[in-house]
T-cell receptor, first 113, second 113 residues
Framework: QQQVRQSPQSLTVWEGETAILNCSYE??????FPWYQQFPGEGPALLIS?????DKKEDGRFTIFFNKREKKLSLHIADSQPGDSATYFC????????????FGIGTRVLVRP | DAGVTQTPRHEVAEKGQTIILKCEPV?????LFWYRQTKIQGLELLSY????????DGGAFKDRFKAEMLNSSFSTLKIQPTEPKDSAVYLC???????????FGPGTRLTVL
Protein backbone atom coordinates (compact mmCIF):
# COMPACT_ATOMS: atom_id res chain seq x y z
CA GLN A 1 0.00 0.00 0.00
CA GLN A 2 1.64 3.20 -1.15
CA GLN A 3 0.91 6.04 1.19
CA VAL A 4 2.44 8.67 -1.07
CA ARG A 5 1.70 8.53 -4.78
CA GLN A 6 3.37 10.50 -7.54
CA SER A 7 2.48 11.13 -11.15
CA PRO A 8 3.55 11.08 -13.85
CA GLN A 9 6.39 8.57 -13.58
CA SER A 10 8.30 10.53 -16.19
CA LEU A 11 7.93 13.92 -17.80
CA THR A 12 9.65 15.64 -20.71
CA VAL A 13 9.43 19.40 -21.18
CA TRP A 14 11.19 21.95 -23.35
CA GLU A 15 13.56 24.48 -21.86
CA GLY A 16 11.55 27.46 -20.61
CA GLU A 17 8.33 25.53 -20.04
CA THR A 18 6.73 24.84 -16.66
CA ALA A 19 6.96 21.26 -15.42
CA ILE A 20 4.16 20.13 -13.12
CA LEU A 21 4.68 17.16 -10.82
CA ASN A 22 1.81 15.72 -8.84
CA CYS A 23 1.66 14.03 -5.46
CA SER A 24 -1.15 12.67 -3.29
CA TYR A 25 -1.23 11.00 0.10
CA GLU A 26 -3.53 8.93 2.28
CA UNK A 27 -2.51 9.58 5.86
CA UNK A 28 -4.36 12.60 7.26
CA UNK A 29 -1.75 12.88 10.01
CA UNK A 30 0.99 13.88 7.55
CA UNK A 31 1.91 17.49 8.23
CA UNK A 32 5.24 18.05 6.51
CA PHE A 33 5.90 17.59 2.80
CA PRO A 34 9.42 17.98 1.43
CA TRP A 35 10.41 17.50 -2.18
CA TYR A 36 13.80 15.97 -2.89
CA GLN A 37 15.82 16.20 -6.09
CA GLN A 38 18.16 13.40 -7.12
CA PHE A 39 20.78 13.33 -9.86
CA PRO A 40 22.24 10.03 -11.12
CA GLY A 41 24.94 8.66 -8.84
CA GLU A 42 24.03 10.98 -5.98
CA GLY A 43 21.78 10.83 -2.95
CA PRO A 44 18.56 12.87 -2.89
CA ALA A 45 18.83 16.47 -1.71
CA LEU A 46 16.12 18.69 -0.28
CA LEU A 47 14.71 21.08 -2.87
CA ILE A 48 11.75 22.74 -1.14
CA SER A 49 9.27 21.84 1.58
CA UNK A 50 5.88 22.89 2.94
CA UNK A 51 3.97 22.45 6.19
CA UNK A 52 0.30 21.54 6.12
CA UNK A 53 -0.69 24.92 7.57
CA UNK A 54 0.29 26.59 4.28
CA ASP A 55 -1.21 26.23 0.82
CA LYS A 56 1.71 27.57 -1.18
CA LYS A 57 5.48 27.76 -0.86
CA GLU A 58 7.74 29.45 -3.35
CA ASP A 59 11.52 29.33 -3.73
CA GLY A 60 12.84 30.87 -6.89
CA ARG A 61 11.55 28.87 -9.86
CA PHE A 62 10.10 26.14 -7.63
CA THR A 63 6.60 26.37 -6.15
CA ILE A 64 4.59 23.90 -4.09
CA PHE A 65 0.80 24.10 -4.20
CA PHE A 66 -0.92 22.24 -1.35
CA ASN A 67 -4.58 21.20 -1.01
CA LYS A 68 -5.17 19.70 2.41
CA ARG A 69 -8.82 18.88 1.81
CA GLU A 70 -8.02 16.78 -1.24
CA LYS A 71 -4.72 15.47 0.17
CA LYS A 72 -2.90 16.60 -2.94
CA LEU A 73 0.09 18.72 -3.71
CA SER A 74 2.08 19.65 -6.77
CA LEU A 75 5.53 20.96 -7.56
CA HIS A 76 5.80 23.51 -10.35
CA ILE A 77 9.16 24.12 -11.96
CA ALA A 78 8.92 27.38 -13.88
CA ASP A 79 11.26 28.29 -16.75
CA SER A 80 12.67 24.74 -16.75
CA GLN A 81 16.38 24.43 -17.45
CA PRO A 82 18.35 21.43 -18.73
CA GLY A 83 20.10 21.37 -15.34
CA ASP A 84 16.71 20.61 -13.73
CA SER A 85 16.75 17.17 -15.39
CA ALA A 86 16.61 14.83 -12.41
CA THR A 87 14.28 12.60 -10.43
CA TYR A 88 11.98 14.38 -7.99
CA PHE A 89 10.58 12.68 -4.90
CA CYS A 90 7.57 13.83 -2.93
CA UNK A 91 7.78 12.82 0.73
CA UNK A 92 5.63 13.19 3.81
CA UNK A 93 5.97 12.87 7.55
CA UNK A 94 3.81 12.85 10.63
CA UNK A 95 5.46 14.78 13.45
CA UNK A 96 4.03 12.39 16.04
CA UNK A 97 5.95 9.53 14.37
CA UNK A 98 9.30 11.27 14.62
CA UNK A 99 11.30 12.43 11.64
CA UNK A 100 10.61 9.40 9.47
CA UNK A 101 9.77 10.29 5.86
CA UNK A 102 7.53 8.28 3.54
CA PHE A 103 8.61 8.73 -0.06
CA GLY A 104 6.74 8.51 -3.34
CA ILE A 105 8.14 6.50 -6.22
CA GLY A 106 9.52 9.60 -7.93
CA THR A 107 9.03 11.51 -11.19
CA ARG A 108 11.86 11.54 -13.69
CA VAL A 109 12.04 14.93 -15.41
CA LEU A 110 13.90 15.56 -18.65
CA VAL A 111 14.28 19.12 -19.87
CA ARG A 112 15.17 19.36 -23.54
CA PRO A 113 17.15 22.40 -24.72
CA ASP B 1 30.84 20.63 7.67
CA ALA B 2 31.30 17.22 6.13
CA GLY B 3 28.18 15.61 4.72
CA VAL B 4 27.05 12.02 5.16
CA THR B 5 29.79 9.57 4.24
CA GLN B 6 29.08 6.06 2.98
CA THR B 7 31.51 3.27 2.23
CA PRO B 8 32.02 1.41 0.05
CA ARG B 9 30.47 3.13 -2.96
CA HIS B 10 30.16 -0.16 -4.79
CA GLU B 11 29.96 -3.72 -3.51
CA VAL B 12 29.69 -7.00 -5.40
CA ALA B 13 28.75 -10.08 -3.39
CA GLU B 14 28.05 -13.71 -4.09
CA LYS B 15 24.70 -15.10 -3.00
CA GLY B 16 24.88 -16.18 0.62
CA GLN B 17 27.70 -13.84 1.62
CA THR B 18 27.59 -11.40 4.51
CA ILE B 19 28.19 -7.77 3.67
CA ILE B 20 28.53 -4.73 5.91
CA LEU B 21 27.84 -1.22 4.70
CA LYS B 22 29.08 1.79 6.65
CA CYS B 23 27.75 5.27 7.27
CA GLU B 24 29.02 8.34 9.07
CA PRO B 25 26.22 10.90 9.64
CA VAL B 26 26.60 14.66 9.75
CA UNK B 27 28.20 15.67 13.03
CA UNK B 28 25.60 16.69 15.61
CA UNK B 29 22.65 15.02 13.90
CA UNK B 30 20.44 12.98 16.22
CA UNK B 31 18.53 10.88 13.71
CA LEU B 32 19.93 8.36 11.26
CA PHE B 33 18.10 6.46 8.54
CA TRP B 34 18.95 3.57 6.24
CA TYR B 35 16.98 3.29 2.97
CA ARG B 36 16.98 0.88 0.08
CA GLN B 37 16.40 2.39 -3.35
CA THR B 38 15.22 0.47 -6.41
CA LYS B 39 13.50 1.64 -9.60
CA ILE B 40 10.41 -0.43 -8.84
CA GLN B 41 9.91 0.22 -5.12
CA GLY B 42 11.57 3.62 -4.82
CA LEU B 43 12.96 4.56 -1.40
CA GLU B 44 12.10 2.06 1.33
CA LEU B 45 12.97 2.66 4.97
CA LEU B 46 15.12 -0.08 6.47
CA SER B 47 16.00 1.37 9.88
CA TYR B 48 15.57 4.56 11.87
CA UNK B 49 17.70 5.56 14.89
CA UNK B 50 17.12 8.46 17.21
CA UNK B 51 20.01 9.33 19.51
CA UNK B 52 21.44 5.85 18.85
CA UNK B 53 18.20 4.10 19.87
CA UNK B 54 16.49 1.96 17.25
CA UNK B 55 13.06 3.48 16.55
CA UNK B 56 12.04 1.37 13.58
CA ASP B 57 13.58 -1.61 11.85
CA GLY B 58 11.61 -1.75 8.63
CA GLY B 59 9.29 -4.68 9.24
CA ALA B 60 9.74 -6.78 6.12
CA PHE B 61 13.50 -6.31 6.21
CA LYS B 62 13.97 -7.67 9.72
CA ASP B 63 15.10 -11.19 8.97
CA ARG B 64 18.32 -10.62 7.04
CA PHE B 65 18.98 -6.93 7.59
CA LYS B 66 20.48 -5.58 10.77
CA ALA B 67 21.46 -1.97 11.34
CA GLU B 68 23.49 -0.86 14.32
CA MET B 69 24.58 2.50 15.62
CA LEU B 70 27.78 1.88 17.52
CA ASN B 71 28.19 5.52 18.47
CA SER B 72 26.68 8.82 17.43
CA SER B 73 29.05 9.13 14.49
CA PHE B 74 29.02 5.65 12.96
CA SER B 75 26.44 3.16 11.79
CA THR B 76 26.54 -0.16 9.95
CA LEU B 77 24.03 -2.13 7.94
CA LYS B 78 24.65 -5.85 7.78
CA ILE B 79 22.92 -8.05 5.22
CA GLN B 80 23.23 -11.76 6.01
CA PRO B 81 22.91 -13.85 3.92
CA THR B 82 22.68 -11.81 0.74
CA GLU B 83 20.29 -12.73 -2.06
CA PRO B 84 20.18 -11.48 -5.68
CA LYS B 85 16.99 -9.55 -4.90
CA ASP B 86 19.03 -7.41 -2.48
CA SER B 87 20.74 -5.75 -5.45
CA ALA B 88 19.94 -2.06 -4.99
CA VAL B 89 21.37 1.25 -3.86
CA TYR B 90 21.54 1.59 -0.08
CA LEU B 91 21.29 5.14 1.20
CA CYS B 92 22.08 6.54 4.61
CA UNK B 93 20.64 9.86 5.77
CA UNK B 94 20.77 11.97 8.91
CA UNK B 95 18.86 14.91 10.33
CA UNK B 96 19.08 17.03 13.43
CA UNK B 97 15.50 17.97 14.16
CA UNK B 98 11.82 17.77 13.36
CA UNK B 99 10.93 19.26 9.98
CA UNK B 100 14.64 19.58 9.21
CA UNK B 101 16.31 18.41 6.03
CA UNK B 102 17.45 14.81 5.81
CA UNK B 103 20.96 14.85 4.41
CA PHE B 104 21.70 11.84 2.25
CA GLY B 105 24.97 10.15 1.53
CA PRO B 106 25.93 9.18 -2.04
CA GLY B 107 24.79 5.60 -1.46
CA THR B 108 26.33 2.16 -1.83
CA ARG B 109 25.42 0.26 -4.98
CA LEU B 110 25.17 -3.43 -4.08
CA THR B 111 25.15 -6.16 -6.71
CA VAL B 112 24.47 -9.72 -5.56
CA LEU B 113 25.35 -12.41 -8.09
Amino acid sequence: QQQVRQSPQSLTVWEGETAILNCSYENSAFDYFPWYQQFPGEGPALLISILSVSDKKEDGRFTIFFNKREKKLSLHIADSQPGDSATYFCAASDNSAGNKLTFGIGTRVLVRP
Amino acid sequence: DAGVTQTPRHEVAEKGQTIILKCEPVSGHNDLFWYRQTKIQGLELLSYFRSKSLMEDGGAFKDRFKAEMLNSSFSTLKIQPTEPKDSAVYLCASTRDTYAEQFFGPGTRLTVL
